[in-house]
């Protein structure tokens, strides 16, 4: 089941990726979450090759969310309270 899911999540990811989908960096933490089971999957059967090109995808996905998420999220966040700070004056 654990293969199933991680799969899933994957294709999840790469289909919002390659649509070009509004929500394209949600696409990341899909790939987090697949990455996160093939590691756990890997780990328990010594797939040690899988094991470590998924922490090193898991380090992408981690970059991805940061650049496509919680960096825009914090620039606009910064711009509304410079704006509210701005229009008190």
Known sequence: MLETYSALFGV???????????YAG???VFYSFSNIGWIT???????W????????????SLIGIWSWIVRPWLADRKKKR????????
């Open 26 to 28: 949600a696409a990341f």
């Open 49 to 60: 090759g899988l094991l470590a090109q998924n922490l090193i995808f898991l380090a992408t």
């Open 41 to 47: 999957f890997a780990a328990a059967n010594h797939h």
């Open 82 to 89: 410079m704006a509210f700070v701005l229009q008190e004056y």
């Open 12 to 22: 999840i990811g790469t289909l919002m990726l390659a649509i070009k989908s509004k």
